[in-house]
């Protein structure tokens, strides 16, 4: 029986993004401010309040000019000037306000998103992070997510102020001289000519230096990641290298970047001050024509300031909006990919498999990358026996191991656990019926207790006592004695504090302890002691009669007790009978290569 997958062959490539619509991307970006309707809403009203003012203030200047400055009316002029004082107090509170608005929304909507987006990242297999390096997915949740911050907690308001009164002030000198106001906005349709062509260019210079970031902080996660082995191989140098080549890069695209957010600004400067010139001339002759005050003269002045002054702050908003466009990009991409290992329906009944814990059946991979590791795999593994893998480095062991474990399904075939396809089984089932026990165990820093009771929900509610109770009952109290403080332990697991082996330890007390119907062992014991190796032995024949045990190890001495031995090679898996039949292939292939 045969079975099309494919599901593994998902395009995990984050390089290969999608750009989106400026207005898709905004809608997609406000879903993450759902909770923020009654902020948002009062950050209008105000920024409406602080619009009405702006536009107030020249209109009462000119006013206060015709009425009470050429006609000497000092009394009243100080009255208005009060006004006006008054006018800019209540302005400096709106603005004030508004900052303190968007802070708070920016800073829920960051905490938000990032929150999103690592918990997709949980979501996704392991294929998705062979595809992408872990430095530029680290950018992605810090770098990426704050550009998109600060527009909407800093320039997103300013824009949408911006907007507002250059529509009022638009208004505004239209009513008072429709024919100067006309004249006043014509540079106004050349800058936005101007932003429309040039904006996906903007745009796309950004992209490519947010990538060229999060490609340099990959490079330095990775350099400092394998520090130790950098030094002993004496290839400083090495690392240098990249370093400095990825740093070039980072600043070239950062120049570039840089060079074109900076664009608009001298553009959008040169058509306001051209605007100010023809509102100058245009008004003296009006003026000298009779059909003109000299305050108003000045209030245009001032309205054309009013509407250029924002023209020219969109200059780099705008550049700062193209700037979190590629951030957003960066962002979505994750939260669009698609887990690509379903968990399908289960079925009402069982297939016939003959009481064999699990089952490969005519079962294929391939790596996306197109390299085929497995051909056409067939074999049972009965409850309570006890299997190796063997074969030479790259035969498929750790592949096999992967797929028992559903870290990938198979490209053709299917894997059956009790009966079921193993992808009926949600993570939570799979990972209680499996227990995998890596070569390089993950830990992060924190303690004994957290790190071996990571992902497991039966006993994580014990207390210490109950707990420790539990770990003798598993006859793991040995291996537990050999951390000081015992569960209180501290682990920080970017220092030299916690050796490999040790490691390897609180990997293997965390696996038996939550009892699997299946225990694979990836080379588990390549960096522990003979002695630990045996009391390792010991434990694992404590287990329950029923549990499969799956041994993946090139010490003979691990695997010279296993019920059965498969020779894993070429894509092939053969039961191999005897340790010394397996050795002999093992010979022949060194021989043959």
Do not use: C
């Not at 008072?176 to 904006?199: D, K, M, Q, R, T």
């Not at 664009?263 to 003109?292: K, R």
């Not at 403080?485 to 302890?513: E, H, N, P």
């Amino acid at each position: 029986m045969q079975e099309q997958n494919g599901n593994h062959q998902t395009d995990y490539n984050l390089n290969r993004e999608q750009k989106s619509p400026a207005g898709a991307a905004l809608r997609k970006m406000f879903r993450f401010m759902k909770g923020e309707k009654r902020n948002l809403g009062i950050a209008f009203f105000v920024m409406m309040l602080n619009a009405g003012l702006t536009m107030l203030t020249p209109y009462l200047i000119g006013y206060i000019v015709d009425h009470f400055i050429l006609k000497k009316q000092y009394g009243l002029l100080m009255q208005y000037s009060a006004l006006l004082l008054g006018i800019y107090i209540v302005w400096a509170g709106t603005e004030y306000l508004q900052a303190k608005l968007m802070g708070g929304v920016g800073q829920r909507m960051l905490y938000t998103l990032r929150n999103e987006v690592f918990n997709k990242l949980q979501q996704l297999p392991v294929a998705f992070f062979n595809s992408n390096r872990s430095g530029d997915l680290i950018s992605r949740i810090n770098n990426d997510t704050d550009t998109v911050n600060q527009f909407f907690s800093q320039s997103l308001m300013r824009f949408m102020d911006s907007i507002f009164s250059m529509i009022g002030v638009a208004v505004f000198v239209l009513s008072i001289h429709w024919e100067l106001g006309a004249a006043s906005l014509i540079p106004a349709v050349f800058i936005l000519l101007f932003a429309l062509v040039v904006s996906p260019w903007v745009k796309k210079k950004n992209a490519i230096s947010l990538k060229a970031n999060g490609d340099l902080s990959a490079n330095i996660q990775e350099g400092l990641h394998n520090f130790k082995t950098i030094i002993a191989f004496n290839r400083r140098d090495y690392f240098r290298a990249r370093f400095s080549k990825a740093n070039d890069i980072n600043y070239k695209t950062s120049i570039t970047a840089g060079i074109a957010n900076n664009l608009f600004t001298p553009v959008f400067g040169f058509f306001s001050n051209l605007a100010q010139l023809i509102v100058l001339g245009f008004g003296i002759y009006l003026i000298i024509e009779g059909q003109f005050t000299l305050g108003l003269l000045i209030s245009f002045m001032s309205y054309v300031q009013y509407f250029y002054r924002p023209l020219r702050e969109l200059a780099a908003l705008w550049a700062s909006f193209q700037t979190a466009l590629a951030a957003w990009d960066r962002i979505s991409v994750i939260l669009s990919r698609q887990s690509n290992l379903p968990v399908l329906s289960k079925t009402d009944t069982a297939m016939s498999t003959s009481g064999n814990v699990l089952t490969f059946q005519h079962v294929s991979f391939s790596y996306p990358d197109g390299k085929s590791v497995l051909h056409d795999i067939n074999f049972n593994l009965q409850r309570g026996k006890t299997y190796a893998l063997v074969g030479p480095t790259g035969g498929g062991k750790s592949t096999t191991a992967a797929l028992i474990a559903r870290l990938y399904d198979p490209t053709e075939g299917l894997v059956l656990l009790n009966g079921q396809d193993i992808r009926t089984y949600t993570p939570e089932e799979r990972t209680r019926e499996i227990g995998f026990i890596l070569q390089e165990p993950f830990l992060f820093t924190g303690t004994l207790r957290e790190n071996i009771l990571y992902g497991n929900a039966e006993l994580r509610q014990l207390n210490d006592e109950q707990l420790l109770q539990a770990i003798s009952d598993t006859g793991l109290s040995d291996l537990l004695s050999r951390f000081d403080a015992g569960l209180s332990t501290q682990l920080v697991t970017t220092s030299d504090s916690v050796s490999l082996g040790q490691k390897q330890l609180i990997a293997f007390i965390r696996a038996v302890l939550r009892k699997p119907q299946i225990v694979v062992l990836d080379e588990a014991t390549a960096n522990i002691d003979t002695v630990t190796e045996k009391i390792l032995e010991e434990i694992l024949e404590r287990l329950p009669a029923t549990t499969t045990k799956i041994i993946i190890a090139h010490r003979l001495n691990t695997i010279e007790n296993a019920d059965e031995i498969f020779f894993v090679n070429a894509g092939e898996v053969i039961p191999a009978g005897t340790l010394e039949h397996a050795m002999d292939m093992l010979l022949q292939h060194k021989r043959a290569s």
